[in-house]
């Protein structure tokens, strides 16, 4: 052999694991529940039992190869020494044609690991064998991940086993989501209970459950720690185990800190009560230099504590480390420290820790006054719970005569929805701060004053309260977050334009200064003016602002009429989704203050769902849960109009006509915005009850409001009422054709579509008049299709319209909804009066043959090749060809890619790189028969590969070929898109899953694929062309993200993204867009970005606040 075998075999001998560790029934039935599985990746900090694990893994397998890394395998060559002499264990000589790119000298790394990749392939053909890579935390080398994951990809006999200390190298992910695939992490490592007592059990040790209670938060599951512990036990001989934490602390000050030196113990005993904390932050505290170097020793020695992710390096010790130390220091010498603790927290901007260190030193006063300057904006950012803790923590007599505490107090019952608690704290705090002159604290509690005033319906008492502090002057409240809230109560009674001009001004300045909390609280209220506004997109760009750093899981709680925009727009699904989870963590937290709304943006989810009796139901809890927790008053009236038009709908007209009079009841002294509201349900309400003109006298009044002060959605359905009420009543048309304009617009410009699909839609007057008088086409066709059959009948009756332009309109709806069924009703306009009806007709009848092409009964074999090369067969039960040998597959891709016959020599050349003709001539045979026998098999006897003149060729009859259909459909688009073509080429793009044959690297696959990749890249261009000029932005990104990660140097491009961003109402994703393309432009060519390009960017910057026909930026 080519190298010493004797040395390397020292490497590849498995780990001798101790008898008495527990079998872990628990993750060993991940495996043994999914005999497909192929690879398992353990990734955790040392002593979690990951070696332990992949040995019990290993012991189900009969053959194993287990290969114990360090940083001398990061190496592709000395790797592969490893792993050949680790399989010729079971094989000798298996690598015999390998071993000669080593004996050569000049290793070609590629074709060396292809060469081992084959030959191991050809051994597994037959059996089974597991590969353990134990450490794989030391391979960086890409050459090796890449070889890695080839090997699993084209070797199925192959499983392979990781463990690593970091997390898996990212060529790795799309093989751990795979269903064949197992990650499991420090968590799922960790010992439940169950274990801890299966492990006491195992060594003998009997346990009382509040022992094993303690000794799992003692340890996490720690598998080490748990082990030390036990180990403490033995030592000292004990047969009980009540006085765990003492013993595993005297164990491990007497054998293991003791063996450090003076200066790191030191280190221990000064920072042990430490939270997440920074090198930087101990030398402040210690007034040392050196904390980096010791800690960085610790985390070498594995001692006990954490490198958290992210950068700085922040670490965390173990809560061992506080077991040892408590009690064991001096306690005023801590005290000391906790107290520097508390202000350096401070000073570096982490208030949180900074309460901690001071409650746990117990400076009460210290605590309170930074309790008091962050608590507000902690309660206004939803984490009133943190607060509450926080003062609890405080002594009652502090409390008592604290105005600073009180006024937190108020404001968390207020959060909690109890107005009555929340109005006692308020009304407690507010002389307090008067008397003691303190007007910075008076002002801030008559804000909040204001909003329980304007929470419990008494808007007037709340706007006097508010313009007795002068509350609009924006010197004074500049990023003063409890009263922005404050300042849109004001506005918004009387001018929504104000509130939203002046809150601009004020993001613009906390962005100018990056003052991250001011934007998150601006950008929140902005959001709900602008869904009050009905500009969605704006609201939609604001809610990402206030989300930028949410933590993971608890955006949720911030998506108050977010749920309700994805409803309007169509998207019910995604809505319900939303909601559902907002109402999870809602309730969670005990957000109480919100759930009622939450729970009405569910009903009217499954309101326009057609579940009328879930919607009800949902209805009422929200009237009951704002009734429970005494909740704002808006919520109840909005509630209970809802319900009254949900019991109308559903004809129990004498209750919705009770509840519309306690409606109108509670509205007085509404705003105008709530009242509004009310009255255009209301409208429809007396119609339905039999008062046509009270009705509709309600609903034109509720117009005049909603114009005056602006909001788009409630106006654009209430035009739509209108419409519905005055079509056909013959002087009334022109006003209904008015009215149905307005509709539309709105409805277009904001993607109001729900209020067009709703099962009881009483706006199908507007989509008539829509077609009649082409308003709004484009969204006119899309709530068509949308409607499905409902859509159709409507379609059916303008199919003899004398307009030529309106029986055009609806031909590409027709076909979308009915599909090939459309024929029927196309064939009479084949001999239409208008030629361009006569022509698109018949185009249209054209491609709805070639589609309605039945392949089943005459293609048997399907070949996929945009991407990993599959074939499967045709009928209903589809079956993937199976392979002998990787040459058999190569072959055939080789047939499916040649589109005339090719003769035996030139296929050698082609498929054997070259190689001499004579010699490979029987291999070429061989190879052909294994590929006709497993296309019989497969699909049954028939000639698939034809043989003529001496040359060969695929019999077409029997194959479909995706990358000719692409070819196909590609050449034929049309110079103008409609939505039928769109919809129809997002299918077959949905179907380019990869470049061509990407897992084949043969010469003449690379011209074609380059070829494919461009017609693919213009589909997508062609097709974002179209969705920008018809305003369906999100598409528009989609496809754009694609092209400009294969040309980021496209000016054309990238142009077309920014402008899709700023549709969607992201100005931050322009900006970064921009700037991206700025640096590849100056990397790739030395340039800069023309002057159209900067014009175009700063126009689009330039849009806040603004309209803009975004469509007509580009041409």
């Known amino acids: 052999m080519f190298f010493n075998k004797q040395l390397i075999l020292s490497k590849l001998a498995p780990p001798k694991i101790d008898q008495g560790m527990i079998f872990r029934k628990r993750l060993l039935n991940l495996f043994n529940t999914n005999p497909d599985w192929r690879i398992g990746f353990f990734s955790a900090p040392a002593g979690f039992g990951k070696t332990v ?26 790797f592969l020494k490893y792993l050949i002499v680790g399989f010729e264990h079971f094989c000798p000589s298996l690598f015999d044609k390998t071993s000669i790119f080593f004996s050569t000298g000049n290793i070609n790394t590629r074709e060396l690991m292809v060469a081992f990749a084959n030959e191991l392939n050809g051994f597994l053909l037959s059996q089974e064998i597991l590969l353990v890579l134990d450490d794989f935390q030391f391979i960086e080398e890409t050459n090796i991940h890449r070889l890695i994951r080839e090997l699993l990809l084209y070797i199925p006999k192959l499983r392979i086993l990781i463990s690593s200390r970091s997390n898996p190298p990212a060529v790795f992910y799309k093989l751990i989501v795979n269903e064949s695939a197992f990650h499991l992490e420090a968590t799922d ?49 004990e047969a009980r185990l009540d006085k765990i934490s003492s013993d595993i602390c005297d164990y491990l000050i007497e054998e293991v800190l003791q063996q450090f030196p003076e200066e790191i113990q030191g ?7 430490l939270e997440d904390f920074t090198p930087e932050f101990c030398d402040q505290l210690l007034q040392r230099k050196d904390s980096a170097i010791i800690l960085n020793y610790l985390e070498k020695q594995h001692f006990f504590i954490y490198l958290l992710d992210g950068a700085p390096k922040k670490y965390r010790y173990h809560d061992l480390i506080r077991g040892i130390f408590k009690g064991r220091v001096d306690q005023v010498q801590l005290a000391d420290l906790m107290d520097r603790a508390g202000k350096l927290a401070w000073e570096n901007g982490d208030p949180n820790r900074s309460i901690g260190y001071y409650i746990s030193a117990g400076k009460y006063e210290e605590a309170v006054a930074v309790i008091y300057e962050i608590g507000e904006r902690f309660i206004l950012e939803e984490n009133w719970q943190q607060v509450d803790r926080w003062i609890k923590l405080i002594p009652a007599g502090i409390i008592d005569g604290e105005e600073r505490l009180a006024i937190l107090r108020a404001g968390i019952e207020y959060c909690n929805g109890s107005l009555r608690e929340a109005e006692k704290w308020i009304n407690l705090a507010v002389p307090k701060f008067a008397n003691k002159k303190d007007q910075l604290g008076f002002e801030r509690a008559i804000a909040l004053q204001a909003r329980i005033l304007y929470s419990k319906g008494d808007y007037l008492g709340s706007k006097n309260l508010l313009e007795s502090i002068n509350i609009s002057d924006s010197d004074s409240w500049k990023y003063d977050l409890p009263n922005i809230q404050s300042l849109v109560i004001f506005f918004s009674i009387g001018r929504l334009d104000l509130a939203i001009n002046y809150l601009q001004k004020q993001l613009k300045q906390a962005e ?27 609201a939609l760009e604001m809610h990402r602002k206030s989300i930028r750093n949410s933590d993971p899981g608890m955006e949720f709680l911030n998506h108050m009429t977010i749920v309700t925009i994805y409803h309007d727009w169509g998207e019910l699904d995604q809505a319900l989704e939303m909601a559902e989870k907002s109402i999870k963590v809602k309730e969670k937290v005990n957000f109480n203050a919100a759930l009622p709304y939450a729970y009405h943006e569910l009903a009217t989810i499954y309101m326009d769902r057609g579940d009328l009796k879930q919607a009800e139901n949902y209805f009422n809890h929200s009237i009951k849960i704002t009734q429970e927790v005494e909740g704002q008053k808006f919520f109840l009236i909005l509630s209970r109009i809802y319900l009254a038009w949900c019991l109308c709908i559903q004809g129990r007209l004498s209750e919705s006509m009770e509840l519309l009079n306690l409606v109108l009841k509670d509205c007085k002294g509404q705003v105008n915005y709530i009242r509004a509201i009310c009255q255009v349900y209301g409208g429809m309400i007396l119609v339905k009850n039999g008062s046509y003109s009270d009705g509709l006298s309600m609903l034109q009044n509720a117009k005049k409001v909603l114009k005056r002060i602006k909001t788009r959605y409630p106006l654009c359905l209430c035009n ?4 519905g009420l005055l079509a056909g009543h013959g002087d009334n048309e022109a006003v209904a054709l008015k009215n149905a304009v307005e509709c539309l617009r709105l409805a277009a410009e904001g993607n109001f579509i729900q209020i067009f699909l709703a099962p009881f839609n009483h706006l199908e007057p507007v989509i008539r008049l829509g077609i009649k008088h082409n308003i709004e086409m484009p969204f006119v066709q899309r709530i068509l299709v949308k409607l499905g059959q409902s859509g159709l009948k409507i379609i059916m009756d303008f199919l003899d319209d004398p307009d030529p332009k309106v029986r055009l309109s609806i031909l590409s709806p027709m076909v979308e909804i009915a599909g090939s069924k459309a024929k029927k009703y196309l064939i009479k306009l084949l001999n239409d009066e208008d030629q ?39 009928g209903e039960e589809k079956v993937t060809v199976s392979w002998p040998t990787k040459k058999a597959r190569d072959l055939l891709a080789y047939f499916a890619h040649q589109e005339k016959p090719v003769n035996r020599e030139r296929i050698i050349e082609e498929m054997w790189l070259g190689s001499d003709k004579k010699n490979y001539i029987p291999l070429f045979h061989t190879t052909l028969y294994h590929l006709r026998q497993s296309l019989n098999k497969a699909a049954g006897e028939n000639d698939y590969i034809l043989y003529h003149n001496g040359e060969y060729q695929l019999a077409d009859d029997y194959f479909i070929n995706d990358r000719i259909k692409f070819k196909e459909i590609v050449s034929s688009i049309p110079k103008i898109l409609d939505v039928d073509f769109a919809n129809y080429l997002e299918e077959i793009l949905s179907k380019y899953q990869g470049e061509y044959l990407e897992d084949l690297d043969y010469k003449w696959v690379m011209t074609e694929r380059e070829y494919l990749k461009r017609l693919e890249m213009e589909t997508r261009f062609k097709l974002a062309k179209y969705y920008l000029k018809t305003r369906q932005y999100p598409n528009v990104v989609n496809h754009l993200r694609d092209l400009v990660e294969g040309n980021p140097v496209s000016e054309e491009y990238n142009s077309m993204l920014m402008i899709g961003h700023a549709g969607l109402g992201d100005r931050i994703a322009v900006k970064r867009q921009f700037q991206l393309f700025k640096k590849a432009l100056r990397e790739e060519l030395g340039l800069d970005p023309s002057s159209e390009m900067r014009r175009l960017y700063y126009n689009l910057c330039a849009t806040q606040g603004k309209t803009i026909e975004l469509a007509n930026v580009y041409q």
Request: net charge neutral.
């Open 53 to 78: 694990l992949m040995s019990q893994v290993a012991a189900s397998i009969k053959q194993t190869v287990w290969y114990q890394l360090d940083e001398y395998d990061n190496d592709p060559y000395t």
């Open 189 to 237: 490592l960790a010992f439940t209970k169950q274990e801890i007592e299966s492990f006491l059990s195992l060594k003998k040790i009997q346990t009382p459950p509040d022992t094993i209670t303690n000794l799992m938060s003692n340890t996490a599951g720690w598998a080490i720690a748990l082990n030390l512990m036990v180990r403490s036990s033995y030592i000292k001989k």
């Open 836 to 874: 361009d009806v006569r022509i698109f007709t018949k185009t249209i009848i054209q491609q709805l043959e070639e589609e309605s092409v039945d392949y089943s009964s005459e293609k048997l074999l399907n070949i996929q090749s945009l991407g990993a090369f599959t074939i499967f067969t045709t």
């Open 512 to 538: 100018l200064h990056d003052v991250q909390y001011a934007i998150k609280h601006i950008s929140r209220a902005l959001r709900a003016l602008y869904y009050i506004e009905g500009n969605y997109q704006k």
């Open 720 to 723: 739509g009422f209108l419409t």
């Open 267 to 273: 280190f221990l005993s000064s920072t042990f009560f």
